[in-house]
């Protein structure tokens, strides 16, 4: 039932979504991009970032993906592997030995650049998916503790000549992973090889940095130079840290990371704003590399932090499955209940309805005149009339009479009683008359079957029918034993003169005493039937409220469930996106149906065609209720336009929500939008901490995602004008189902960052004790 309920809202929230998102200005890049994915730890990262660029850019399709790696990587249709050399098993000298092989291996490089050069061509041949082709961009992204690393330059340079050779400009921003969260295996090692990484990076981004070396490999081992002269290796260098600036871990760890470095590489590359407003500043990749260079000639880096709020849309298929359930099931308590009378006849109880049923197995008449023919046992009629009737019974038949009776009588007629509680059982009744009938249903049934009950109380009219059957049938035996302590000689029959033998006084004496004590016989059996009967049925109706009860508690902890789901999804949605959930939804639920009920009567929703009355947990079990309570909103409530309100105006809704003054847990619009605004702020803390004390300059530009003409976009625009310290703007995107936002902030050293900082006795000691992190050779100087 979980899963079903479950189900319910994860494919409502992928059909809006759908609905809301399609044709609706999803993002493109406007050039070329090649991911470079460096080293086996970034496979990871190469899967993120590849499903979350499939899931956002019009045009991932033309994206290509290079994955230099040496034991593991990813197989997909837009990734190109390329195997890397591998390292010494020695720790002490792996890092190094990765270069060391680099440079010595011949045939490895030709194959390195039959894989590059195969690579530019390919991006070159996914030009008209783009609309600028003279440029491309390298996003080169790597783990800092990762080994292979120490090819940086190489592996970056190699491609960004190939690329070259076919675009007018090619541009490399460097994206690195910083995994502070260790399970204390190989700590020091790992902060070590970062340290390491960091110091490298810090001499590639200096202005007067040159790299020469012999790279290019033909297929005939002919060599060319690659050169980089006196510049920075890379355009823009990101450190992203599984840490905050505020040094918290992030929820998601490095995830949230590969999510981040999609969206700056969509950043860096996306087409030109066609929308404009005074308030908002649009991006310039140029204008923040600028303005995050200082003065003093110092490496400089950049980082960034996201937040983003989606229309909370499986809290809202979660609220309203529970808000309709509610509608429902006090729809279903509220239903029809039978006065007594009518209820009685419609379970056919009344006195006529059981005086015809015990009638129905009772013997026939002619049974006592079967009796008459039993024999006797010779006795005189003189000695007959001194004896009571019970006496003379005895002396004429010697039990054979009752024994008679009870054989060919009270036997059968039990067994048929029995029969008959079965055939014409209460439970099946129940559930015709109650449980399927539309106007009553399940909790009319609960309510009928109760001990409780309001209106016609079954078990009350059995055990009051009980009560006075056995009463009769108390005093059916009482008449009985009366009749048994006559005296014969006082009985009103005519034996005859004094001529009238002695045989036919006997005879008629026998036909007397068997009508008069056995027509009471028949009497005291038919209120033993009826008794019995009515014990029956009391036990019928005893064991259906049971059943009914388990399915009515079923029905409220599903209730209970619903709520609790409910709830739960709206915490995790955030407190700021959770506001007014329950008040909003449960008017519009209430307001869906009152127009549906209108159109197709009160109640409609309890047909067999939609949810039911509940007849249906007697076939189905709970879980086919909440299947088809899940099918009735699906089809019949969430379609209605209130329902598929895009993310600024199901905001707004809910902002407006009509609520009691006194209730102060519901916002006005500029309350529920400052919340939104400071949360996204916090969450969009940038991914690196930084010791502020230190750090002399920082540079912060922040960017929403998002309709530039929605109410919030503007009311975050014009809320900090004037006083703000940062460049904000709007990327102008036509989605409907969330908004985003972006914090850049950079002009930070490798001395400002703690990681650096924390870590870097770790790499002296570590080379203290003979390990070696740097390359030992080559051409590339700085």
């Not at 080169?140 to 292979?148: E, F, K, L, S």
């Not at 005895?394 to 029995?418: H, I, K, P, W, Y």
């Not at 048994?484 to 034996?495: G, N, P």
């Not at 407006?656 to 519901?666: D, S």
Request: charged share 25%.
């Amino acid at each position: 039932m979980r899963d079903l309920i479950g189900e319910f809202a994860t494919h409502y929230v992928t059909d809006l979504e759908k609905q809301l998102d399609s044709g609706n200005g999803q993002p493109s890049i406007q050039n070329p991009v090649l991911f470079l994915f460096l080293g086996d730890k970034s496979v990871e990262a190469l899967r993120a970032v590849c499903a979350n660029n499939e899931k956002s850019w019009q045009n991932s399709h033309g994206v290509l993906y290079v994955h230099a790696y040496q034991d593991e990587t990813w197989e997909h249709p837009q990734v190109l592997g390329c195997r890397l050399p591998r390292p010494d098993t020695n720790k002490q000298t792996m890092r190094a030995s990765i270069h060391e092989r680099f440079l010595q291996d011949e045939p490895f490089k030709m194959e390195l650049n039959k894989a590059m050069k195969l690579a530019s061509v390919r991006v070159a041949e996914m030009g008209k998916l783009f609309t600028t082709f003279q440029q491309v961009n390298i996003a080169v992204v790597t783990r800092a503790d990762d080994p292979a690393a120490i090819l940086l330059p190489e592996l970056t340079l190699l491609l960004k000549s190939y690329l070259g050779e076919l675009f007018k400009n090619v541009s490399v921003d460097l994206y690195v992973l910083l995994q502070e969260k260790n399970s204390g295996e190989a700590f020091g090692f790992s902060a070590a090889l970062g340290v390491s990484f960091l110091e490298e990076i810090n001499r590639y981004q200096r202005s007067d940095y040159h790299f020469s070396e012999n790279l290019l490999v033909t297929e005939d081992l002919v060599k060319l130079p690659v050169e980089h002269k006196h510049a920075p290796l890379f355009s823009l260098v990101y450190l992203l840290s599984d840490k905050t600036e505020d040094g918290l871990f992030l929820e998601a760890g490095m995830q949230e990371n590969y999510e981040l470095i999609s969206k700056l590489v969509l950043l860096n590359n996306k087409k030109a704003e066609d929308e404009f407003n005074e308030n908002s500043e649009g991006y310039n990749k140029l204008q923040f590399i600028r303005s995050i260079t200082v003065d003093t000639g110092q490496t400089t880096f950049a980082t960034a932090g996201l937040s983003k709020v989606k229309r909370p849309t499986h809290a809202i298929a979660l609220t309203v499955l529970s808000a309709v359930f509610d509608r429902y099931w006090e729809r279903l308590k509220a239903g029809e209940n039978l006065p007594k009378t009518k209820a009685r006849e419609r379970l056919g109880l009344t006195a006529n309805d059981l005086e015809r049923k015990i009638r129905s197995i009772m013997p026939e008449d002619h049974t006592l005149e079967e009796m008459i023919g039993l024999m006797t046992s010779g006795v005189s009629y003189s000695e007959l009339s001194g004896m009571n009737l019970r006496e003379a019974e005895l002396a004429l038949f010697d039990g054979s009479s009752q024994a008679f009776f009870e054989t060919n009588v009270a036997r059968g007629a039990r067994q048929r009683v029995e029969s008959l509680a079965i055939r014409e059982s209460l439970a099946h009744l129940i559930q015709r008359e109650w449980i399927d009938d539309e106007r009553l249903g399940l909790y009319a049934a609960y309510q009928l079957t109760s001990e409780q009950a309001s209106g016609a109380n079954l078990l009350e009219e059995l055990r009051t029918g009980i009560r006075e059957t056995t009463r009769q049938l108390e005093y059916t035996k009482a008449e009985l034993d009366d009749i048994y302590l006559e005296r014969v000689d006082r009985q009103e029959i005519r034996v005859g003169g004094f001529f009238t033998r002695d045989k036919e006084r006997v005879r008629t004496f026998v036909r007397h005493l068997l009508h008069v004590v056995y027509s009471k016989k028949f009497e005291l059996l038919e209120w033993e039937l009826t008794l019995a009967l009515l014990l029956h049925l009391e036990k019928q109706v005893e064991k259906l409220h049971k059943q009914i009860g388990q399915q009515v508690e079923e029905l409220e902890a599903l209730q209970k469930q619903l709520r609790e789901n409910a709830q739960k999804s709206v915490r995790e949605a955030s407190d700021y996106l959770g506001k007014n959930m329950d008040e909003y939804y449960e008017s519009v639920v209430s307001e869906t149906i009152r127009s549906l009920e209108a159109q197709r009567g009160t109640g409609f929703y309890l047909e067999s065609r939609y949810i039911g009355n509940g007849s249906l947990l007697f076939q189905s079990g709970i879980v086919g209720l909440v299947e088809r309570l899940c099918q009735f909103c699906r089809t019949e409530i969430l379609t209605r336009s209130s329902f598929a309100l895009s993310f600024e105006a199901e905001l707004l809704a809910r902002a407006n929500v009509a609520a009691a003054y006194e209730n102060r847990t519901v916002l006005t619009k500029e309350d529920l939008f400052q919340d939104l605004d400071l949360a996204l702020e916090k969450r969009a803390a940038v991914h690196i901490e930084v010791f502020h004390f230190l750090q002399k300059h920082r540079y912060e530009e922040k960017y929403l995602f998002a309709d530039i003409h929605n109410d919030f976009v503007q009311y975050v625009l014009r809320s900090t004008e004037g006083g703000r310290t940062y460049k904000l703007g709007c990327i102008h995107e036509e989605q409907k189902s969330g908004i985003e936002k972006i914090n850049l902030m950079g002009g930070f050293g490798t001395e400002d960052l703690m990681f650096y900082r924390n870590n870097k006795k770790y790499h002296a000691s570590y080379e203290e004790s003979g390990f070696v992190f740097h390359r030992r050779g080559g051409d590339e100087s700085s």
